[in-house]
């Protein structure tokens, strides 16, 4: 382990920490003298980007005022950087914390506290008197605080980050006696900032124990170490909460994710990083991790393209877990959007008292260790929702809008909620306080009902209408002309498939023929087939002649005209034919015989086959 490089990081560091060492130098003097702190044992976490500390305080009144109030303190370049803060009573021998119930905070700046300070109170669960102590646990989250270093990196090589913080506990208090330690990803340290009482035991440095320290007492330390692990943010996470009285919450999120990472220097080789993903691709990441509630139905992911397949889920009785894989690696500074969305059962989060219904959900991303810069959660209530309210465990920003959706009349009330800087400790439940009237669920059936049946009725009356403007109008005279033709033609086609129902007749006498050589079943069918025709040519007579007077029939009478010769001749081909297939097989001569004789008739059949069924087609498309 070597000291920070001095012509790196170090000279970067260097002139915010003695300006600020400085500005907190001009109140080296007690602030609040009848508060002293005899223990303080500090943890940081730095496991993951979002930066974890963990305070356990044992504070004591050395005055003879009562007091009720502990003041917190962080530097500018901190608490700009500051997610979450709460604090606990710890008691007991376990020292556990009291009923698990954060104590209240408020931002404070009391007089003698450094410009340089953000400082903030905690009210204590019981005033102390002289001589009277108890212990405290302070929890802050941090994002965005680690610094990669440098700041651009080639797809090969590893993240290297920076921490910057105090060895000694920036407190308002003196303090007797003092530790710090400092948790890593891995023993992979670049270089740590050695003091009086510090060491390196694998991943976690500690510094002390320190005693005696004046209050404002800062002794900088840098960790400059090895992190690999997904550097997810949330630049915008838009969370919309749809309520449906019909038994389903819907959840609908749209990301715009990035790699907050060291940025990628050089171009992207996709075929190195399939080689070996790590070692091509060590500050990458690729794959995150969606913890769903355990009844979470009808999951989706999907971009701007399309459908994402590149995902996985799985599901029991106690969890859902949801693996999501953008299309591509993201490396420091590379963006992706995309939407991921899910069903929840409604009597798992909608509940009612006195009168008032309201919704138990949570507030954060699902996504595994996310900063979020900006999230909005949108919660949709039901048209004909009022009074709304909210009761969330932190502050937030917070309106209401509208929506309009599908069978709506005046919009969807919507509770709309602004957190900035969202980490995995804001995933708490919060509530949504609304007033309905049941009777407002039948107001879509009522409508969809009301639809369907105005609908019927006007199709009825207008299956019903005559909207032609006169009986004795051209256009009223020769729409019904027209149709009085297509339906002759139908009769006429009607008849023609008759006749061609007749031509097969004969034609599977024929096949009957060759295999019994029954003569007279033969000469019989072509008897009664000889009959049918001729009835059948009478009742074309009429209709040709109809067609023919018609004024609209001028253009498809030539057509139908030469259709119903066509087929006569047809008839006539197919009489002769038969005739000679039986007087052949009467005199015995033999099959050879018999296709020679007829081979020139039925060249002529095929033919005017083709010509009636073209002329079928064309007729029928009129």
């Not at 989706?300 to 953008?326: A, C, F, H, M, V």
């Not at 209408?465 to 005279?477: G, N, R, T, V, W």
């Not at 031509?503 to 019989?524: I, P, W, Y």
């Amino acid at each position: 382990m070597t000291e920070p490089r001095k012509m790196g990081l170090g000279s970067r560091l260097k002139l915010d920490l003695c300006i600020f060492i400085f500005s907190i130098a001009l109140f080296s003097s007690p602030v609040f003298s009848d508060l002293i702190i005899s223990k303080f044992d500090r943890r940081i976490d730095l496991t993951s980007h979002i930066v974890k500390v963990t305070s356990n305080i044992k504070v004591e009144n050395d005055g003879n005022e009562p007091i009720s109030d502990f003041v917190v303190a962080f530097p500018d370049h901190q608490a700009k950087h500051l997610a979450s803060l709460s604090a606990f009573h710890i008691e007991g021998k376990g020292k556990t914390k009291s009923c698990g119930a954060s104590l209240p905070l408020k931002p404070v700046q009391s007089e003698g506290i450094p410009q340089s300070l953000t400082s903030y109170s905690v009210s204590l669960p019981k005033k102390l008197v002289k001589g009277e102590s108890l212990s405290l646990e302070v929890f802050a989250v941090f994002a965005h605080i680690l610094k990669p270093f440098p700041e651009k990196v080639s797809q090969g090589d590893f993240q290297l980050v920076v921490f910057q913080d105090s060895a000694y506990y920036l407190s308002p208090y003196a303090v007797k006696a003092q530790t710090l330690s400092v948790k890593l990803p891995d023993a992979r340290i670049e270089s740590y900032t050695k003091l009086e009482n510090s060491k390196a035991q694998g991943s976690e440095i500690k510094y002390g124990p320190y005693e005696n320290q004046s209050p404002f007492s800062y002794s900088p330390v840098v960790v400059h170490f090895e992190y690999n692990k997904p550097y997810a943010v949330a630049q915008k996470l838009v969370r919309e909460i749809e309520i449906s009285h019909w038994g389903n919450v819907q959840i609908t999120e749209h990301y715009n994710l990035v790699h907050g990472g060291a940025i990628l220097k050089g171009e992207f080789s996709r075929l190195d990083h399939q080689m070996s993903s790590y070692a091509k691709g060590a500050s990458s990441f690729s794959r995150l991790v969606a913890k769903l509630p355990p009844r979470a139905h009808s999951v989706y992911y999907r971009d701007e393209i399309g459908n994402i397949s590149t995902s996985n889920l799985q599901s029991n009785s106690k969890k859902t877990e949801l693996e999501i894989e953008p299309r591509y690696p993201l490396f420091g500074g590379w963006k992706t959007f995309f939407t991921f969305g899910y069903g929840l059962p409604l009597k798992d989060y909608l509940f009612e008292a006195e009168g008032t219904r309201f919704v138990n959900i949570s507030f954060g991303s699902p996504i595994d260790e996310l900063v979020v810069d900006e999230l909005i959660v949108k919660v949709v209530l039901p048209e004909g929702s009022s009074d709304l309210s909210v009761s969330i465990p932190f502050p937030v920003e917070q309106w209401q809008e509208t929506k309009v959706s599908h069978l709506d009349i005046s919009g969807r009330p919507v509770m709309v909620l602004r957190k900035v800087n969202a980490v995995p400790e804001h995933n708490q439940h919060f509530q949504v306080y609304y007033k309905f009237n049941c009777l407002s669920l039948l107001r879509e059936p009522l409508m969809l009902i009301s639809g369907f049946f105005f609908l019927f009725v006007a199709g009825i009356a207008y299956s019903h209408a005559d909207f032609s403007i006169s009986k004795s109008s051209a256009s009223y005279l020769a729409r019904v002309q027209r149709e009085e033709v297509q339906t002759i033609i139908q009769q006429l086609e009607n008849i023609i498939s008759r006749c061609l129902a007749i031509r097969d007749k004969l034609e599977v006498s024929l096949r009957e023929l060759s295999r019994t050589g029954n003569v007279q079943a033969c000469k019989n069918a072509r008897k009664a087939a000889d009959n049918l025709l001729k009835e059948l040519l009478k009742e074309l007579k009429p209709l040709l002649t109809s067609l023919q007077l018609s004024p609209q029939a001028t253009q498809i009478f030539p057509k139908v005209e030469e259709l119903v010769t066509k087929e006569r001749e047809l008839q006539e081909r197919l009489i002769t034919k038969h005739s000679i297939v039986v007087d052949c097989c009467e005199k015995k001569l033999s099959g050879r015989e018999i296709e020679n004789r007829v081979a020139p008739i039925q060249q002529k059949i095929t033919a005017l086959k083709q010509d009636v069924d073209d002329l079928l087609e064309y007729i029928d498309e009129f």
